[in-house]
């Protein structure tokens, strides 16, 4: 009786891993690219990882997302193995194995997606500066052509940090950090966690809109004419476009 519900037991298991085998894989995938990013500074960079958010096109799942000063990376894992194969704007890559050769989608592609559903639940411009990151993990063995970053898992922190160039003031990093939060369907706790963090932060915002500070990138507002009329924004403009409602 011990013996044939040993062996009930092992077949459930091998049936879990026939049938969620991609999944699991992909799930220790993101788990070790998130514990990689987890030797970040934290005091530079924030780091949330499975975050999932709604916009106009639905639900997106985003494995990781990395914000600092130097700029926002959203980042892709996949956990394939075997040599793989694609070129910027494919379609489709090729995952070849010793058996069989299938097709994926073409993870640049995703994770562009990725990027215009983080710009427009956010409401963020083309001047807030956003870096897709595509990762593989080391089972795999890359042969592909694309200017887009493409790496391995082992790469990821050294690229981050080589952006090292100030493009997003620590107001800007605080509002998409906690912003990413709040919108986070899974994250109900976080919100709860955060709320007041997030509203002394809009507090913060508020006074040096008071005081004529832009709370995006720390410059003065003045007084500008455009198409509509006179208004009051940036001094840093075009590089910072923030307009005082």
């Known amino acids: 009786g011990v013996v ?30 998130a514990n990689i990013l987890s030797t970040l500074d934290n005091t530079k960079y924030k780091v949330i990882n499975n ?6 096109r639905g639900t997106t799942q985003i494995d990781h997302v990395v914000i600092s000063i130097y700029g926002v990376f959203v980042i892709e894992t996949k956990n394939y193995k075997g040599i793989i194969k694609g070129n910027e704007y494919d379609e489709n890559w090729s995952q070849i194995l010793i058996n069989k050769n299938e097709n994926l989608r073409n993870p640049i592609k995703q994770n562009y997606g990725h990027v215009l559903s983080i710009r427009e639940r956010l409401s963020l411009d083309s001047s807030t500066n956003i870096n897709p990151i595509v990762v593989f993990t080391n089972r795999a063995k890359l ?19 080589s952006c090292n160039s100030i ?7 605080t509002r998409i950090y906690y912003d990413l939060l709040m919108f986070n369907i899974d994250s109900k706790d ?9 509203k002394s932060n809009l507090s913060e915002r508020e006074k040096k809109i008071q005081n004529n500070i ?5 410059k003065a507002l003045v ?16 590089k910072c476009r923030f307009i005082r409602n």
């Open 4 to 33: 044939l519900g040993i062996i009930i037991i092992l077949i459930i298991i091998m049936l879990i891993i026939k049938f969620n085998g991609a999944k699991i894989k992909g799930n220790v995938g993101e788990k070790r690219v």
């Open 51 to 56: 975050l999932m958010i709604r916009t106009e």
């Open 143 to 161: 042969k592909v052509n694309t200017k887009s970053p493409v790496m391995y898992d082992n790469n990821v922190i050294d690229y981050i940090r």
């Open 167 to 173: 493009v997003i003031s620590i107001d800007m990093v």
């Open 190 to 198: 976080v919100r709860k966690e955060h709320v007041h963090n997030i």
């Open 214 to 218: 832009c709370p995006r990138c720390g």
């Open 223 to 238: 007084m500008r004419n455009g198409k509509n009329g006179s208004f009051i924004g940036c001094s840093g403009f075009p």
